[in-house]
């Protein structure tokens, strides 16, 4: 089945840097990724639709600013959290949409653990 | 809007036990139905999938029908094992495949 990366796997970063996190698909061509915030014990909170050569479609109550994402190529999108916060500390997880077939289904990557100190 | 409820967890069953989820969903037009599967510390994997009333998906024993009468798609499993032990996840997926609404999760416990 189709493959989705996502990296760093875990990252802790000192309040008020920025961290970067990448998610490829590694075997299909994605127009479309999609990025999620899940909080403990706790569904996936869908935060923004990213979409190849445009700008992403933030969820309502997203900063965009602060989330900021960029999906430069078919097979890559990235999410860079600026300024980050404790508040930041989550499990990021990005998908990927298989579009062009009749699956109808999202791919998701391994997540990112982000620890914010 | 659209949106998905499943019951909560956790549920704690003993092995060879029946499983039943309950989800079920508010969505306008005729959405896409899955139970995505996540074991600790690991992303979401799709275990099973519907894409019109009645279908019935299935997978590794699980299965789920898509019931339009009642906007349901309950997840069961007839004799549960320890390798189980997950959270899963019933989502919606709208008529343009855009968006995907997740229920909270119900995790489940299974004892040997």
């Known amino acids: 089945g189709a493959v989705v990366s996502q990296h760093p796997s875990r990252v802790i970063c000192k309040s008020g840097t920025s961290v970067k996190i990448e998610c490829r698909s590694l075997?299909?061509?994605?127009?479309?990724m999609f990025w999620y915030r899940q909080f403990p014990k706790q569904s996936l909170m869908l935060m923004a639709t990213?979409?190849?050569?445009?700008?992403?479609?933030?969820e309502q109550g997203v900063e965009k600013d602060k989330f900021l994402i960029n999906h430069a190529s078919l097979t890559l999108s990235t999410l860079t959290v600026t300024s980050a916060h404790p508040e930041d500390s989550s499990f990021y997880i990005c998908s990927a949409f298989l579009s062009g077939t009749s699956s109808y289904e999202q791919y998701f990557g391994p997540g990112t653990r982000l620890t914010v100190t | 809007g659209d949106s998905v409820t499943q019951m909560e967890g956790p549920v704690t069953l003993s092995e060879e036990a029946f499983l039943t989820i309950n989800c079920t969903y508010t969505?306008?037009?005729?959405?896409?139905l899955f139970w995505y599967v996540q074991y600790p510390g690991e992303g979401l994997q799709l275990l099973l999938k519907?894409?019109?009333?009645?279908d019935k998906g299935s997978n590794k024993g699980f299965e789920a029908t898509y019931r339009k009468e009642t906007t349901s798609f309950h997840l069961e499993k007839g004799s549960v094992q320890v390798s189980d032990s997950a959270v899963y996840f019933c989502a919606l997926s709208g008529g343009n495949f855009n968006k995907f609404y997740f229920g909270s999760g119900t995790k489940l416990n299974v004892k040997p």
């Open positions: 990213s979409n190849e050569g445009s700008k992403a479609t933030y």
């Open positions: 519907a894409t019109k009333a009645d």
């Open positions: 075997d299909f061509q994605a127009t479309t």
């Open positions: 969505a306008t037009g005729y959405p896409s």
